[in-house]
């Protein structure tokens, strides 16, 4: 789709289609056990055992995960944050360390249009990405990070993988305005990164950053859901 006919809300939907793309790539996530909805819980286990959904992870083109409330979504992201953050630490990306204290861009975990849960954080120089669609362009060394989860037909919450974007000097990328962009599994392993390893398995997060050119290649926090000022 041009950039030229994208608005805000379809912009997040592009966004969340790179993520799930880019998703693709990862390892099998583990059931956290602890980390369930207990409605979604309760509702399987009512279901005869010969009609309940098969209990896998959500991907493109598979089964539909459970929907759960902004409630269910707070208290899960609460649960299962602080396994993303541990990950975080131990990935072999050393720019993730102390993320946990990074500023928060979305108010909770949101769910993309594929059943991801997200959440938005970037470092101290990624601050004026707050500013959305009307913000100045980031400076070199500011990094935004996509965390997220997922909702398993039993109710369990997993781990999903997380998405790093940085910004680097003039002339690293002109075609996504030298943005890096590295995929970590929902393990700490580098899945790909841009003009590294396996630089090949996040292209496709670049060529569809391409059409984000009019908001400096960057795609936002769907606006129920951003942090204020």
């Given at each position: 789709?041009?950039?030229?006919?994208?608005?805000?809300?379809?912009?997040?939907?592009?966004?969340?289609?790179?993520?799930?793309?880019?998703?693709?790539?990862?390892?099998?996530?583990?059931?956290?056990?602890?980390?369930?909805?207990?409605?979604?819980?309760?509702?399987?286990?009512?279901?005869?055992?010969?009609?309940?959904?098969?209990?896998?992870?959500?991907?493109?083109?598979?089964?539909?995960?459970?929907?759960?409330?902004?409630?269910?979504?707070?208290?899960?992201?609460?649960?299962?944050?602080?396994?993303?953050l541990a990950v975080a630490e131990t990935s072999g990306d050393p720019r993730l360390k102390g993320s946990g204290d990074w500023r928060r861009f979305s108010t909770q975990f949101f769910r993309s249009e594929h059943g991801r849960y997200l959440e938005v954080a970037g470092n101290p120089l990624a601050a004026e990405y707050m500013q959305s669609e009307d913000g100045p362009t980031l400076p070199v060394g500011a990094v935004v990070t996509k965390r997220s989860f997922q909702a398993m037909q039993s109710g369990v919450m997993v781990p999903g993988p997380q998405f790093v974007i940085e910004k680097m000097p003039s002339g690293y990328d002109e075609r996504v305005g030298d943005w890096k962009f590295t995929l970590i599994s929902d393990a700490g392993v580098i899945v790909g990164d841009t003009r590294g390893r396996d630089g090949d398995k996040v292209e496709f997060c670049v060529e569809c950053h391409k059409s984000a050119w009019r908001q400096r290649f960057l795609f936002f926090v769907p606006p129920d859901y951003r942090a204020k000022n």
């Open positions: 789709m041009p950039a030229s006919m994208l608005g805000p809300h379809n912009y997040v939907a592009v966004a969340v289609l790179v993520l799930a793309a880019c998703q693709a790539h990862t390892s099998a996530v583990s059931p956290l056990a602890g980390c369930t909805v207990p409605r979604i819980a309760a509702e399987f286990e009512r279901m005869p055992a010969t009609q309940r959904p098969a209990d896998v992870s959500p991907s493109v083109s598979v089964l539909p995960t459970p929907v759960i409330d902004d409630a269910e979504t707070i208290a899960a992201g609460d649960c299962i944050r602080p396994l993303l």
